[in-house]
């Protein structure tokens, strides 16, 4: 890489489209400031500031309606709710199935409940869990299957219920990207048994820190809604061991004022991931992803594979120089989570079983992507694409 920042030919290119401020990965859009005071006000007042107030009811029960679910738990971040999406379904031993391209809370959680993760292959063109490969790992300690929708893109849902119907498996989705996706017109929320979802700062929908978790039936949702709350049913019932996961009256109110607003969010999004699409569409060596039939996408993010051969230098490289340009693309999601010393040593996280996972992960980038990036911006980060090599 020195040898690439040091090059005449790229310090020129770097000097020429160095940016004064950081141009980050993603940006929240803001709710209105005034808006927000008055919420803030009302917390003041009432001094209602966890445990199901206002805000918390308001939030859960336009945010069901706004994603077209009916059983939904607010959570206090995506975390927590992939957590108690597993002692929900009472999966706390044996072995998951599910993908090492995701963030590490997906493969975490398993371990937090002492499950083992089997790592599955993933597809080479949706970057999700592959489940042509699902079936060879499913072993008699198998008790579920974890699909992320990595980029909010559905993972193959219809051959992932088949398997786990035909096997008898739990499917769990950690769908932290996947705010708003359909599938014709049913919310991506609705396949598998439970969908975990984030509503980090980074996510294109926020309530600061913040989640949901999505499931079928009142019964499982009133399992869930103990879980969370340390597992009590009454002043001086306790009735099973829970935790603490409730999302708090600032994030809630937060979450309410955003529901407003996403919509904006996601067309400024789309508009600029078609931008993109149009610049990157003929460049050597570069891959964009695109849209699926009969799939309402979010536009959360937009990564490029970059392939060395055909590209002429490596994605470090390019990651690199728009570090030295300031622009802070973000490798998502290198490295793969089987390769966490905590989770290196299983069989399954063997590089030969994970070819395509391994590949995708040194090739892939993610560009900023948000709302209010400019136009002008997107050009400068094209421009550098494409004339880097
Ligand atoms: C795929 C995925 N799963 C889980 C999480 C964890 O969510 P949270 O940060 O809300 O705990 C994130 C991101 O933060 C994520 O990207």
């Known amino acids: 890489m020195d040898n690439l920042l040091t090059n005449g030919r790229y310090r020129e290119l770097i000097r020429h ?3 004064d401020e950081p141009i980050y990965v993603t940006r929240p859009r803001m709710p209105s400031l005034e808006a927000y005071g008055d919420c803030l006000k009302h917390i003041w007042d009432t001094k209602w500031l966890t445990n199901n107030g206002l805000y918390h009811r308001e939030f859960e029960k336009k945010l069901s309606r706004y994603l077209g679910v009916e059983h939904l738990n607010l959570f206090v971040n995506g975390t927590i709710a992939l957590l108690v999406a597993l002692q929900a379904l009472r999966i706390n031993s044996g072995e998951v199935i599910t993908t090492p391209f995701t963030f590490p809370a997906s493969t975490h959680v398993l371990h937090w409940n002492r499950v083992r993760p089997v790592f599955c292959d993933i597809d080479p063109k949706t970057y999700n869990i592959d489940p042509n490969k699902i079936e060879k790992l499913i072993t008699p300690d198998t008790k579920a299957i974890l699909g992320v929708h990595v980029y909010g893109t559905p993972c193959d849902v219809e051959a992932i219920q088949t398997l786990a119907n035909r096997h008898g498996l739990h ?12 599938i014709g017109d049913r919310s991506i929320l609705e396949y598998g048994d439970l969908s975990a979802m984030s509503f980090h700062a980074t996510k294109l929908f926020t309530s600061i820190e913040g989640g949901a978790l999505v499931s079928r039936t009142k019964v499982q949702a009133e399992r869930i809604y103990y879980l969370k709350n340390f597992g009590i049913a009454g002043e001086e019932t306790v009735i099973g061991p829970g935790i603490n996961g409730k999302m708090n009256e600032f994030q809630a109110a937060f979450g309410l004022l955003e529901l407003d607003i996403v919509d904006q969010e996601m067309r400024a999004r789309r508009e600029r991931t078609l931008l993109y699409r149009e610049r990157l569409a003929d460049v050597p060596g570069i891959t964009v992803m695109q849209d699926m039939p009969n799939v309402t996408h979010n536009y959360g993010y937009f990564p490029i594979l970059v ?31 089987s390769t966490y010393p905590c989770y290196s040593i299983l069989p399954s996280a063997h590089k030969q079983n994970l070819e395509i996972a391994e590949r995708i992960s040194l090739q892939v980038l993610c560009l ?5 990036l400019s136009r002008d911006t997107i050009e400068v980060i094209c421009h550098i694409v494409r004339n880097l090599t």
């Open 171 to 182: 499917v769990i989705y950690d769908a932290a990207h996947a705010f708003g996706v359909k």
């Open 307 to 337: 392939d060395p051969a055909k590209y002429g230098c490596s994605r470090d490289e390019l990651h690199d120089v728009f570090r030295a340009c300031n622009i802070i693309t973000r490798k998502y999601f290198y490295p793969l989570c």
């Open 17 to 19: 489209y160095r940016l």
């Open 368 to 372: 900023p992507l948000y709302g209010d």
